[in-house]
Nanobody, 124 residues
Framework: QVQLVESGGGLVQAGGSLRLSCVAS????????MGWFRQAPGKERELVSA????????YYTDSVKGRFTISRDNAKNIVYLQMNSLKPEDTAVYYC?????????????????WGQGTQVTVSS
């Protein structure tokens, strides 16, 4: 069992930045690929970004490329999502997730473990 706790969400003006953090309670954190998903009201959940267990491979959905950066610290069991140049359309609940396979995750397989989510609101 892996428990994930997100933090760092909040209200920010367009053009601003936020850094989301996700702490995992597991001794085998480095065994998991990690992902950040988001769900806006009335929309389907979407994969925003993912990172392989080593950090050597990363994925970004097109709408956030060049603005968001995912990273992880396996010694601290933390994954981050640095979000810059935020836009109102980035407003959503952001979820951290742990998956057993990086490639399967970016191909659409739902991760096994999920956090509770953190709200990000970008005002225009």
């Amino acid at each position: 069992q892996v428990q994930l706790v997100e933090s760092g969400g909040g209200l920010v003006q367009a053009g601003g930045s936020l850094r989301l953090s996700c702490v995992a309670s597991t001794r085998t954190f480095r065994n998991y690929a990690m992902g950040w998903f988001r769900q806006a009201p009335g929309k389907e959940r979407e994969l925003v970004s993912a990172i392989s267990w080593s950090g050597g491979s990363t994925y970004y959905t097109d709408s956030v490329k060049g603005r968001f950066t995912i990273s992880r610290d396996n010694a601290k069991n933390i994954v981050y999502l640095q979000m810059n140049s935020l836009k109102p359309e980035d407003t959503a609940v952001y979820y951290c997730a742990a998956a057993e396979a990086y490639t399967a995750t970016i191909q659409g397989k739902p991760p096994k473990y999920w956090g509770q989510g953190t709200q990000v609101t970008v005002s225009s």
